[in-house]
């Protein structure tokens, strides 16, 4: 059947056919827009060219010394320190993790996994598996004792039980293997002794590049402040003076409250009058002079306004729809900056060693007119407000004498510190919670993990939980109400760590939370304490923590394993610490003569 269908379009229809008048912009009221640049006070500009080439000359010296922990005397002798060989967060933060004769509960599950790694290198030999028992025998892996069982629980010695009697102990196979002579014991026909040498060869070198470990084991030499739950170490480089006559000056830089995790510049002070010898380490190659000569290029931001009329404006950030208040002239200040003066900066690239102190001789930029003008450093500056402007200048260390000459001078600094962007964290290893008890008027140290002796995370709380199961039958947990009985004391579970507040110093007053011990409810007289390393830094000695380290938040502390790569494109793996902020007051339910 035949339709007829209809409809309307709507055309656009220039008047006249060429776009030229479109394209003139014209302005009906050049007036109006010449006001508005008067009152903007566009008309007391001068006239200036763009930047061509900008020459920059200065001085750079790489870090050549590192003291870990709060040096004890002015003068002291770091340990030399080669940036490109290692980070600083792996190198300051790295502890022993393995087993050793004086922590001797520490590490068994990787000696354990040592040892089965050679039996695997043993076995891609001709001869097979025909030495496994002999050097299983003769290095063999101690099953957990019975006070570890009643400690940990059966669930974390689990792995130490199946690996006794089957796997080689590695750590003292490595160092039998360090000593070069392999026992008699063993049975070696000679005829494989060359095999089997080459086997603990790789076997120690992979022993010894696993994990990244400090070079000595000495734990005062550890940057890890007990008191502070912090880091605190100190770095210097040679660096040349500003002014002639060139002489070599150390330069020291410290940092006092490192909690852990992603280090920069700004953990960093300067600390005149300490030295750690790197003066010494000045030769031809460093510190060594900066001389570039490159092309200066504007700064771009996001929102930044276009300079070119028929350009499209990013619409990602909108400093014009912000919102501020009469009181906020900060914000108002930076949008005003940011619209108005955004495109007068310029920035230059420089190429700087990492790892390294640099300061900056002069700057001298030439503009499209052939003006070559001299760029004085901010703290050169005759400008009023030049003494306040401290973008990316450190500040002197605490305690520092400000009557001495070398805490009055002023360095322009520039520290590129040699550190990682991004780390791979494992799961915490040892996890402590830090609050504060009012109502007991103490503080408590909560572990929530601590590394058992298999050197694998134990939650203590389902070990609390497993202790209580296997109590006598005879025993009255404190929590049954149906008897009357008098206690010395309610019940604290064993992984709540006890804080008690104590003079720090007798005659200046002052508080420091020190750790303690609760009595265990069973009558043997023994005390329960901290399992893990956190609350355990050094075996057999007292804890101070300062009472200013436990704030009301609280404090959240965790080790664990780290791994990055640095610039060779070498594998790190250490084990460190982080500090955390808690989660608020607390209230362990502690009573006294209860009835």
Known sequence: MPSITTWTRLEPDATHTPLTDTLQAKVYDPLWLLARQWQLGEFQGQDCGSPVTAVLRGDSAQLTRVHLGTPSSPSIQGEAY??????????VEREPFRYSTSQPSMGLGAAAEAGQHFLRLLGQKSFGTRYHAAFTKHFPMAPPTAEEIATWGAAALRFLHIMAGRVPDGAALVAALRKGALPAELGIDSSHEGDVREVGRVFVLWYEQLVSEPVSRVVANSAWSSQRMEYAFSISAPLASITPPATFRETVLRAQEYPGGSLDWFHFDLAPGLSLGADGDADGKN???????????PVSYSGMPETRWWEFEDATVNFGAVDSGPEDLARMLLIEFAVTYGNDWFVIPVELPIGSLSTIQSLIVSDTFGVRTLIPSIKAST????????????????????????AGEERDLFFLAPTLRRTLEGKPVDEVLLIRDEMANMAWGIEGHAEGPSGRSVNRREAYSEKLKRREPGFQPTSQQDISAWRLATEVPDYWVPLIPVLARPNEGGIMFRRGATLRQDGSLRSDTAQGRLMNPVPGTSLDIFEEEIPREGVRLTRAYQHARWLSGSSLLWLGRRKHPGRGEGSSGLRFDVS
């Open 287 to 297: 510190s060594s002079p900066i001389l570039q000569t490159v092309i200066p290029s």
């Open 383 to 406: 400008h009023p407000t030049s003494p306040f402007w401290r973008m990316f200048s450190h500040s002197l260390a605490r305690g520092t004498d400000m009557s001495t000459s070398a």
């Open 82 to 91: 080669d940036a490109g060989q290692v980070p600083l967060e792996s190198l």
